[in-house]
């Protein structure tokens, strides 16, 4: 399964939350590493092995959940989405 | 491969666009009303529903048809979209489209479309969103005229 954990405000708490999922130190200056919109960022695969990524999208709504639930399906992909917002 | 035709609320210009690539809708004369409204999911889709893929076929080269709504972020999440397909899904670049239809819109789809879906004026807004789609008609045929040579 891939984890998405997505952010449209407070970045930096959907970074942490990801990292501490990976239990594992957050990096310096990740400011400036994750912050391009619309990316999936790969951060690594957890304990069950559930791969852990980033998403910043500053306009996050239901379409936007709906869409990654919509191309899950699409592509045989088993998503879980988590927001902080 | 994947065709998505992409418009603000997956229930008019995507709908028609997929219908005619998939060849549900003549490509040669405008069709009638009736012809319209029997389109699958022809104003169908609710608000509440926009940014599902919904599914309209396989084309004759099996190509996988949908028609999607983006509401009003369009090109954040035309960019989120193509990103899920290479950077989790880890398929190639020529595996997905995603083909705009709302420049083609014109102001008797856009208001009835609105009136439809949004204020819920079904019988005043459907008619409307008929007309506007048979005005410009021609230009839903050239664009998937295009998109079919192309991808």
Sequence with gaps: MKIIYVSNKSFYAAVEAAYLHLKSDIPENITNVYNEEGNFYYLGVD??????????????????????????????????????? | MKIIYSCYGGAHSSIIAS???????????????????STPYYDQSPSESRGKPIYMG??????????LGMGPYRTEYTKIA????????????????????????????????????????????????????QRRYNLFVKLVEDVKKRC
């Design chain 2, 82 to 133: 193509y990103n899920f397909a290479f950077q989790l899904a880890g398929k190639n670049k020529g595996d997905i489209q995603i083909i705009n239809v709302v420049p083609l819109l014109g102001c008797l789809t856009k208001i009835g479309g609105f009136m439809s879906r949004r204020a819920g004026l079904i019988k005043l807004g459907r008619p409307l969103t008929v007309s506007g789609i």
């Design chain 2, 19 to 37: 219908a005619i690539h998939m060849g549900y809708l003549p490509t040669d004369r405008i069709p009638s009303v009736e012809e319209i409204l």
């Design chain 2, 58 to 67: 396989t084309d004759e080269k099996s190509r996988k048809i949908y028609a």
């Design chain 1, 47 to 85: 304990r069950e092995l559930n791969e852990i990524y980033l998403l910043y999208s500053s306009k996050y709504n239901y379409i936007l959940k709906n869409l990654l639930e919509g191309f899950s399906d699409l592509y045989d992909e088993k998503i879980l989405t988590i927001y902080l917002a």
